[in-house]
């Protein structure tokens, strides 16, 4: 154990507010919306961090599409492990399937690479597209690119809006820098 008391990490300034997310995200929705019109769209949302992104956006994709949850953890604190595990056995069933995979944030962009390649490998969807909510800019390991991104941002740890420290912070209704 360690003995010393740990620094707790402050909210900082606020980087993306409430009216910018939602005015965002009504250009994405129609953006996507235009793509999957006529297809078999199934959205996959990788859970915990994209949960807030992804009930917005849904509503925002007036289409007879179906929804599927993942849960995949790479990350603790504010560095990634690289290592991506997923949480359950079953993938969703996403056979001949138009997938748009939506998560909070494109970092490294290994989580979504090690997602896609595993669909890919173990099911036959007709089609597999990202969308992301915050695309940080910098240098990615993977070639993984997101077909759909609401935000550009700087390479900093944000907080807000799905997306956590330690668990906390989901609840912000904006995107917060966190010192
Ligand atoms: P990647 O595999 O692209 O490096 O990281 C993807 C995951 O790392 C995201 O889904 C998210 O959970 C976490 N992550 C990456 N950058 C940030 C960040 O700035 N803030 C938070 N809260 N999580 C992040
Ligand atoms: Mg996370």
Redesign the pocket.
């Known amino acids: 154990m360690d003995s010393f008391p740990t620094k707790t990490p402050k909210l900082g300034r606020v980087l993306i507010d409430e009216a910018a997310i939602a005015s965002r995200l009504d250009a994405l929705g129609a953006e996507i919306t235009a793509v999957y019109r006529g297809k078999p769209l199934t959205v996959v949302a990788?859970l915990n961090?994209s949960l807030v992104f992804a009930a917005d956006l849904l509503r925002r994709i007036p289409l007879p599409l179906r929804l599927d949850c993942i849960s995949v953890t790479?990350?603790h604190g504010r560095e990634?492990t690289g290592v991506v595990t997923f949480l359950q056995t079953a993938l969703p069933d996403i056979d001949g399937r138009d997938v748009l995979l939506v998560?909070?944030?494109?970092?490294?962009?290994?989580?979504?690479a090690a997602i896609r390649r595993k669909f890919i490998t173990e099911a036959s969807p007709a089609s597999i597209r990202i969308a992301v909510l915050l695309r940080k800019r910098k240098q990615r390991e993977s070639s993984l690119e997101a077909d759909f991104a609401g935000f550009d941002i700087g390479d900093e740890?944000?907080?807000g809006y799905g997306?956590?420290?330690e668990e906390r912070y989901r609840n912000l209704p904006c995107i917060s820098v966190l010192e």
């Open positions: 990788v961090g790479s990350y990634s998560d909070d944030i494109l970092d490294t962009g290994r989580t979504l740890f944000v907080v997306l956590d420290y």
